[in-house]
Each structure stands twice: as structure tokens, then as C-alpha cells.
């Protein structure tokens, strides 16, 4: 109360003197140390991102996760390869036909896959453990008094969220590539428009698809970060995370539910598929990663208002 | 002396409105009528008045579930009160979390860690967490705050791998990343050994010589009674008194205490000499004696010398803190509220 009043008198000195001597002139009238408030810098400020970046990668469980996405694709290109060996009679979802012909469509046969359960299941993983798992071990205190300042850990845990999803897309897509390269022929691409396209030109629109889908999980770490402040268990948080995934696939599937579904968040995760066509069709696209910024401006902003309000007794 | 001055030397709950206030500016946290009460309706603080001079080592003692740790968590902004004032180096909490936590280093229920990375990149990642902390000066820091609880020879270990003791030290160096003004411990030797106990105290002291100021929440009152020069009692939510320690100590009457084989016989001088609360045990009996002037002590030694009365020894045991608690809560200590 009167120390407020008090404070500018406090600082006084230092306006006077240099600020070196100002400062050991305050340590030696007040038997005290550390000498004010100290200021916030750039670089202390992005630590607590990079940090939270480190934290994600270097834990087993996150090595553990892409190492399981990095398994699928050799899985699919094995089977795929047994299959056409034995009979071919080369029918199968729209991709996989492509496979043989060209090694290439193993990246988008092995995302076509795992975008509807593996990735969104790895990603709920992530994203839920991320505030509770903080919460359950205690160690969000610590953070928090040290102190991160809430909002700025509400962003590094999402900034570290999305680049999951990058590199768990990235995890598919590499081990796609090693493997389609190492099974089938690769060589010029012919898209599903019917137009060819050559190695290098095919090798950009993986990339733009990974990209895409890498983004088209964006919503979903929105809401795992909401679910992961509602509750002091990281387990709970990432089981309703990745249970609400499923749900809302169902929700998707059926017809009768068609007037919400164009708002529900996976409705257009299969929309990158367009991007292999010529010229490329962005119209679902663009709705998808529409839709993903909604999901993230409404979860992202329940989660801060949760959050920042929120009494730490963990 | 009696009992009535002996208690007007203790500032009682009413704290602010008498001397305290000259010196507000130098008082590190100061609540007024700090109240928390939970969603469950549980009333866990109850309009807390609370004074800690800068430069003290301020005991903050109370029974498990007497309202420390609520307290401390509203102090350090991670609950908000749900009425009254919390000033922490002057300003207002939770409101000043950004300009106050980084001065103030704290231990709050015991330390929390990430078990897969080593202590050393613990520490790196709170003191990460911290915006005004220099990244250049971390790599330093930290083998400083490492060395200084000694946890140098195990900072490559797993913190998951650390023994209770460890975990507790690793807590301390994280509090000790940065030249402090504040530090605060919420019982920082629970589950520690004695050696253990010992280290953290000297540590304690050590960081309160240098200018920090230390508040200490503790249920060991002997803790309280070693390392600080103030203390305040909790009990059930409420702040029953605080004050140094020599005024809380000098609360609780000192005992005479004789010793005699002949127990029975001085037992009957005594209670003729107005002794009270005798206590007779096996050679020793002890009762409180009114000290009305130099010559009470001694009139009292030659009574029982003249009533023939075998005087192996004759004294005045000073009362401790856990007296001055028992009376003034009127329960024993380790009642949980």
C-alpha cells in the first residue's frame, strides 16, 4: 500500500548516478541483494519456447510416437508389395493402386491413412498432456512462479504442439519416401487428373501436402490444450482428447448429420487430395484450414480465458 | 513479571494499525484481510493480517491444514484470494506476478521435477521459464545454484533417479537461480534426514546473512525456534499471533524447576510461597512461580533450604515456542485443523 507510494523515492538515485553505482549504492544502504526488478529481454523471452521445443522432443514418449507413424508407411509399402508380388488383380483404395507405379504415392496412400486415426491420436497425446501433465507432476507451479506468465506458457505449449504435428506429419512423409523409393520405381508422377508431372515437381507437392496436413491438425491441438486445462490429469485429458477425435469422425460418417458437418473439424481433412490434381484444386482446402483457424480462436481463446483465471492448487 | 505485560509485548492479529505501519515501506508481504474460501465452501484463510519485515527470517508455523500453503499459493499469485489484499515487495498480487516472482525464489509443497531430464536440465528449464532471466549468464547460474546445495556430482543424474533429499536440495537451487529478495519455503525439510535438516538450515542462514528475506512455513517449532527472528502462528485458518520469536518464546512463562530427592516436602513450601501448577515428578518438580522482584528467586531457595529440603538444583526454565503455542491455541501442535 504505502510501498508503492514509496518506490519512486527508491529509484531516485539511480536516475542521478550511473547505473552501476546505483546500484551497489542501494545494496549497501539496504542490507538486501538483488537489486529491482530486472528487465524482461527478447532472448529470455523465446527461451520458455525453445524450451518447451526441446522438452517435447527429447521425451521417449514423443520419440516413441513418431517412431510408431514412421512404422506405418514401411507397413503399408511392405504390404502393398506382397500383394501385387502374389496376384495382381490391383484394386484397393484410390492411392494404393498408384503405389506400384510409382514409389512417390506412398506419401499420400501412407497420409490418407494415418490422418483419419494415428496422426489426430498422436497429436491428442501431445496436446492433452501438455498444461495437465504440467498440472499432475507439479511442475506447473514452478512455472508459473518462476514465472512464466501464463499466457506466454499457454503459447509455448501450443507453438510446441504445432510443431508436432509437423514433425509427426514429417515422421510419415520421410519414412513414405525411404520406403517408396526402396520398394517401388520412382519417376515421373501422374496425378489424379490424369496430367504427369516430373520427380522434383512431385517431390513439392509432398512437401505442400505434408504442409497441409501438418496444419489440418492445428484445430485439434487448439482443443487438447482447452481439455488439458480443464483437468489436473494428464491421462484424462489426452483420453478425451483423442475420444472426441473419434466421435466426431462418427458424427462425420453419418448422412442424416450432414447440416453440422461441414463444421465439424475433420470434415476436410481428406481435402489435400485436391492438391494432386492439375491445376490444383484449393477450394476445400482453403475451408479446411478455414475451419482449423476457427477451432483454433475459439479453443485457443477458452483455453487462455480457463487459465489465466484459474487457481493453480496442483 | 506477569502475564498481562508479557502479552502486550506481541502484536496481535490487529498488526497494522499499530507500529507496523511506520515500517510499511520495508515490509517485504503485508495481506489485509486476505480470505480464501474454496468452490467447496471450505474456508481455508480467514481475513489474514500478515506482516513480514524485509531482512527477517520469518517463521510461518502452524498444524497441517492450518491454511500455510493457501496462503503462500495466493502470496506467489497462483490463487487468487477471494477477498482482501496480498503486497509482495510492494505490489499487489496476483496482479504483479510479472515484476514480483522473478525477485522471489520459493519452495512451494515440496519440489516437483521433470523426472526424465538430468537436475542440471531442471534447472535450465525453470530458469527458461523465467523472461528476465539472462540466457547467456544460465549455463553459469546454474553450476553455481547446483554447487551451492551440493548437487554437483549428481547434476548429470535423472531427476527421477534423485532421493527425496535430492529432489528437496534441486527444489532450493531452482529458488536460488537469481540473486533473490524474497525466498520462500513451504516446509523445505520435510522428509529430509536430520544431517539433511541441518544442511537446509545452515543454507537458510546463510542466504538470510546475505540480505534475502526468508519466509519459512513450518509445523516443526523447534525449526522455527532455530533459524528465525520472527514467526506468526496459523490455527484453522486464522492468524492466532505474530511477532519475533523472543517476544512469541517469552509468551509462554517460564518454570521453576527444583530438584530434590525430597519432592513432598518442597512441594508443600512452594504451594505456601504461592507457586502454582506444581508438577511433581521423580526428583524434580516444577510449578509456575509469580516473580514479583529480584528477592522472589532467592526468598524462595532459602525457604526451601530452611525447611530442610535437599537442593540439588534451583532454576528458571525459559518457555519455548511450542508453550507460547499450546497456550495461546489451547491445543496440542500436531493437531491437523
Known amino acids: 500500500m504505502s510501498r508503492a507510494e514509496a518506490l519512486p523515492t527508491e529509484q531516485a538515485p539511480q536516475a542521478a548516478e550511473p547505473p552501476e553505482q546505483a546500484v551497489r549504492a542501494a545494496e549497501q544502504a539496504l542490507p538486501t541483494v538483488g537489486a529491482g526488478p530486472r528487465p524482461r529481454t527478447a532472448a529470455g523471452f523465446t527461451a520458455l519456447f525453445l524450451g518447451e521445443l526441446a522438452l517435447t522432443f527429447r521425451r521417449t514418449r514423443t520419440i516413441a510416437l513418431l517412431g510408431i507413424l514412421a512404422v506405418l508407411p514401411v507397413l503399408i509399402g511392405v504390404v502393398v508389395k506382397i500383394q501385387t508380388g502374389d496376384a495382381s488383380n490391383g484394386e484397393g483404395p484410390a492411392f494404393i493402386a498408384q503405389v506400384t507405379q510409382n514409389g512417390l504415392f506412398l506419401v499420400f496412400t501412407a497420409l490418407a491413412m494415418a490422418l483419419p486415426v494415428f496422426l489426430p491420436m498422436t497429436v491428442g497425446v501431445v496436446a492433452g498432456d501438455s498444461i495437465a501433465g504440467e498440472a499432475a507432476t507439479g511442475t506447473l507451479r514452478y512455472l508459473l512462479v518462476a514465472p512464466a506468465g501464463r499466457t506466454r506458457l499457454l503459447a509455448a505449449k501450443f507453438t510446441a504442439g504445432l510443431a508436432f504435428c509437423l514433425a509427426a506429419t514429417m515422421a510419415v512423409v520421410l519414412a513414405a519416401v525411404a520406403t517408396g523409393a526402396a520398394l517401388f520405381p520412382l519417376g515421373e508422377v501422374t496425378l489424379l487428373s490424369g496430367d504427369t508431372i516430373d520427380l522434383g515437381a512431385a517431390l513439392l507437392r509432398a512437401v505442400l501436402v505434408a504442409g497441409v496436413v501438418a496444419l489440418s491438425l492445428s484445430g485439434l491441438v487448439a482443443i487438447g490444450l482447452f481439455i488439458s486445462t480443464l483437468t489436473g490429469s494428464g491421462i484424462a485429458a489426452m483420453a478425451t482428447t483423442v475420444g472426441l477425435v473419434i466421435t466426431v469422425q462418427i458424427l462425420d460418417a453419418f448422412p442424416q448429420l450432414h447440416a453440422i458437418q461441414p463444421f465439424l473439424f475433420t470434415h476436410q481433412w481428406m481435402s489435400f487430395g485436391d492438391l494432386l490434381r492439375q491445376p490444383m484444386h484449393w477450394d476445400n482446402v482453403l475451408q479446411n484450414l478455414g475451419l482449423q483457424a476457427l477451432y483454433i480462436a475459439v479453443f485457443g481463446s477458452a483455453a487462455w480465458a480457463r487459465f489465466t483465471s484459474q487457481d493453480i492448487t496442483a | ?337
Open chain 2, 1 to 337: 513479571m506477569t502475564t498481562a505485560p508479557d502479552t502486550e509485548q506481541v502484536r496481535g492479529r490487529a498488526a497494522d494499525g499499530g507500529p507496523a505501519s511506520a515500517t510499511a515501506p520495508d515490509d517485504v508481504i503485508r495481506t489485509s484481510g486476505l480470505t480464501k474460501r474454496f468452490r467447496s465452501g471450505q474456508l481455508a484463510v480467514d481475513r489474514l493480517d500478515l506482516t513480514v519485515p524485509r531482512g527477517s527470517v520469518f517463521g510461518f508455523l502452524g498444524p497441517n491444514g492450518s491454511g500455510k500453503t493457501t496462503t503462500i499459493r495466493m502470496l506467489m499469485g497462483l490463487i487468487a484470494p477471494s477477498s482482501g489484499l496480498a503486497t509482495v515487495l510492494g505490489a499487489p498480487m496476483p496482479q504483479s506476478v510479472g515484476t514480483v516472482l522473478p525477485r522471489v525464489g520459493a519452495l512451494i509443497e515440496g519440489p516437483a521435477l521433470y523426472g526424465f531430464l538430468s537436475g542440471r536440465d531442471n534447472l535450465v528449464r525453470f530458469d527458461a521459464a523465467d523472461p528476465t532471466s539472462d540466457p547467456r549468464t544460465r549455463a553459469r547460474r546454474v553450476a553455481e545454484a547446483l554447487d551451492r546445495v551440493g548437487l554437483t556430482a549428481a547434476a548429470g543424474k535423472k531427476a527421477r533417479a534423485y532421493s527425496l533429499g535430492m529432489k528437496q536440495r534441486l527444489g532450493l537451487a531452482s529458488a536460488l537461480l537469481q540473486p533473490r529478495e524474497l525466498l520462500v519455503l513451504d516446509e523445505p525439510t520435510n522428509g529430509l534426514d536430520p544431517q539433511g535438516m541441518r544442511e537446509i538450515r545452515t543454507l537458510v542462514r546463510e542466504v538470510a546473512a546475505e540480505g534475502t528475506t526468508v519466509f519459512l512455513s513450518s509445523h516443526l517449532l523447534d525449526e522455527i525456534e532455530q533459524v528465525c527472528t520472527h514467526a506468526a502462528v496459523m490455527s484453522r485458518g486464522r492468524l492466532v499471533v505474530q511477532g519475533t520469536v523472543a517476544e512469541l518464546a517469552g509468551r509462554a512463562q517460564g518454570r521453576l524447576v527444583v530438584r530434590t530427592p525430597d519432592v513432598a516436602k518442597a512441594g508443600e513450601v512452594l504451594s505456601e510461597h504461592r507457586v502454582a501448577d506444581l508438577r511433581i515428578g521423580e526428583a524434580r518438580l516444577d510449578g509456575l512461580a509469580v516473580v514479583a522482584d529480584e528477592e522472589t528467586l532467592p526468598g524462595l531457595c532459602a525457604a526451601l533450604v530452611a525447611a530442610g529440603v535437599r537442593v540439588h538444583g534451583f532454576g528458571v526454565e525459559r518457555g519455548t515456542l511450542e508453550d507460547a503455542f499450546v497456550a495461546l491455541t489451547g491445543e496440542g501442535f500436531d493437531v491437523a485443523g
